[in-house]
């Protein structure tokens, strides 16, 4: 294995948490709650696109697409600067990475300035090699076109690199880019028929180190 290749939301960062309470202030302001449990369901892992299209056509809101996705980044903007707390064991990997000379490559939905001011706002961005930003990319996950151009970045094969993801669309991805794929389950836990493409399941991203070492 000579590279990795990390997703940004709910797996480096506790950002579902985050997601969930932008929800829950948008839905407010029209008047309706939203549960943990209905953003498990249906709005974990997806892109923000496919969920402001489906807040518009299940709430039947009164907005545009653009005058909604303006309401959720100002929203997201205020819970950010408030800080995002990074997950079990981030640093601990991304030190064992380095020292075991793997190539390190973010591979996020994310905008550029978004996921960089993260990553500089937790003193991580060095770690990193390599990224591929939602502006790199015209198809979003579960194909696997972010995934193959972090290899392309690296100049690794697709079976000298291996993904690490939360969610069943980015398992996929790596899936069908033939990346071996470890699954760190966030808030939604990914059913068993996208399990069983994985290589591995772990708790936290320090169980991956226990994982490599075994490899």
Same mark, same amino acid.
């Given at each position: 294995?000579? @590279?990795?290749?990390?997703?940004? *939301? ?18 407010? $302001? ?7 449990? $209905? +953003? ?8 923000? !696109? $496919? ?27 205020? /819970?950010?600067?408030?800080?995002? =707390? ?9 030190? +064992? /990475? ?26 991580? /961005?060095? +770690? ?7 502006? *790199? ?10 995934? /193959? !151009? ?17 969610? =069943?669309?980015?398992?996929?991805? @790596?899936?069908? @880019?033939?990346? %071996?794929?470890?699954?760190? %389950?966030?808030?939604?836990?990914? @059913? !068993? $028929? ?22």
């Amino acid at each position: 294995m000579k @590279a990795a290749i990390f997703d940004l *939301d709910g797996l480096l960062v506790d950002t579902e948490i985050v997601s969930l309470k932008i929800y829950q202030e948008l839905l407010s $302001e029209y008047g309706y709650s939203f549960t943990k449990e $209905e +953003y498990a369901k249906h709005y974990s892992g997806k892109t923000e !696109k $496919e969920n402001i299209k489906r807040f518009i056509d299940t709430y039947n809101l009164s907005v545009s697409y653009q005058e909604c996705l303006d309401e959720v980044l100002n929203i997201e903007r205020k /819970l950010i600067s408030q800080g995002v =707390e990074l997950k079990v064991g981030v640093k601990s990997l991304l030190m +064992y /990475l380095k020292e075991n000379n793997y190539k390190v490559t973010l591979a996020t939905s994310s905008t550029k300035d978004r996921a960089i001011s993260i990553l500089k706002g937790h003193d991580i /961005l060095s +770690y990193f090699d390599e990224f591929v930003f939602s502006e *790199d990319v015209t198809l979003s996950k579960p194909n696997p076109e972010v995934f /193959l !151009k972090a290899c392309e970045k690296t100049n690794v094969s697709t079976n000298e690199a291996i993904v690490l993801e939360d969610s =069943e669309n980015g398992i996929m991805a @790596a899936y069908n @880019a033939h990346i %071996p794929v470890i699954c760190i %389950p966030d808030m939604k836990r990914p @059913a !068993k $028929e996208y399990l069983e493409k994985t290589i591995a399941v772990c708790k936290t991203l320090n169980d991956v180190i226990d994982y490599l070492k075994t490899k």
